[in-house]
């Protein structure tokens, strides 16, 4: 098996992606909440830039997961790297933050097999649960979290994870399934800036990534 092929983006592609999709999500969504996942810190910050709180248009949190599905961690098997989703950092209850009334925005990177946001979204709805089983039941429903999720970039390819019906989703763009290289994982950017040029020179970028 050969090397994957690469597409490399740049910061102002990532950010143009974000700012079209906020409008959308700011006018059928209405997060008040943003939980990121490891690669989509860099996208959470950006997409606060475009959304605020609808209602008290103050900047919209950011609270932050680990996940990890194809790095080798300490204590992993080979044989669960990218088969089994491994939780490197989470919002348990001694973080002291509640998701409850939440309207909560998921955000990550990619959207490639699909596995690691079935875990997020299975796992933070079953932590909502455990809150809410807590309070009276006459005040359950209006605990209720509202969960979304937003990627930057979605895989055309079959996954191998499910969302639920009522979580809405959100891709920025659709893409082949090619390896992206996103500019905050680079340790060279002006090199990664070259090859992201070289490669919407050769119209590789306008054939592989389209609007969602």
């Known amino acids: 098996m050969g090397e994957p092929e690469h597409l490399h983006l740049t910061y102002n592609d990532v950010h143009k992606n974000i700012e079209r999709t906020a409008a959308r999500i700011a006018a059928e969504f209405k997060p008040d ?3 990121a996942i490891g690669g989509g810190f860099f996208p959470a910050r950006v ?3 475009f959304l605020k709180d609808s209602i ?5 949190p ?4 680990g996940l990890s599905l194809y790095e080798e961690l300490p204590g992993t098997t080979a044989e669960q790297i990218g088969s089994q989703v491994i939780r490197t ?6 973080s002291g933050k509640t998701l409850l009334g939440r309207r909560v925005l998921i955000v990550d990177e ?3 097999s699909r596995k ?6 299975s796992e933070l709805q079953a932590d909502v649960e455990r809150e809410l089983a807590k309070l009276p039941e006459a005040e359950r429903d209006a605990a209720r979290t509202k969960f979304a999720v937003f990627v930057v970039h979605n895989k055309l390819k079959p996954k191998l994870g499910s969302l639920p019906d009522d979580v809405p989703y959100y891709a920025g763009e659709n893409t082949e399934d090619l390896w992206l290289d996103y500019p905050w994982e680079a340790s060279n950017i002006d090199e990664h800036d070259a090859l992201a040029a070289e490669e ?3 119209g590789k970028h306008a054939d592989t990534v389209k609007s969602a």
């Open 33 to 35: 909440l943003f939980i």
């Open 89 to 94: 950092q989470w919002l348990g209850p001694e």
């Open 110 to 112: 990619v959207d490639d």
């Open 62 to 65: 950011i609270y932050a997961i």
């Open 56 to 60: 008290t248009k103050r900047n919209i």
């Open 200 to 202: 919407k020179a050769s």
């Open 116 to 121: 690691t946001l079935h875990y997020a979204v």
């Open 47 to 49: 997409m606060r830039t």
